[in-house]
Nanobody, 120 residues
Framework: QVQVAESGGGLVQAGGSLRLSCAVV????????GGWYRQGPGNQREWVAS???????AYADSVKGRFTISRDTAKNTLSLQMNNLKPEDKDVYFC??????????????WGQGTQVTVSS
């Protein structure tokens, strides 16, 4: 059984920073690629950032230059460093971790979500 644990959310003033982490354990699940998404009340979940199996990263325009996604293969974690936070960044943030094995379809798991609140 695979377990995903997110951490790092909280309340911060505009201009501040937070670092979100997503740890995956169990069932021989090694993170090959993944991403972070966010969702506000009544809104669809939107993509924020992603990282590929070779470490290439991509970001939504709204966070480019402020957020940084990373992967720690030794700890099997995904992280999202968020700097210069703005009130519009307030949302519940979800991580998605993907395992890729030869001959099998990609297998992804999601975190439970962590709340980020930014005060103006």
């Amino acid at each position: 059984q695979v377990q995903v644990a997110e951490s790092g959310g909280g309340l911060v003033q505009a201009g501040g920073s937070l670092r979100l982490s997503c740890a995956v354990v169990g069932n021989d699940f090694s993170i090959n690629s993944g991403g972070w998404y966010r969702q506000g009340p009544g809104n669809q979940r939107e993509w924020v950032a992603s990282i590929t199996s070779v470490g290439a990263t991509a970001y939504a325009d709204s966070v480019k230059g402020r957020f940084t996604i990373s992967r720690d293969t030794a700890k099997n974690t995904l992280s999202l460093q968020m700097n210069n936070l703005k009130p519009e960044d307030k949302d519940v943030y979800f991580c998605k971790a993907v395992r890729i094995q030869l001959g099998q379809p990609p297998y992804d798991v999601w975190g439970q979500g962590t709340q980020v609140t930014v005060s103006s």
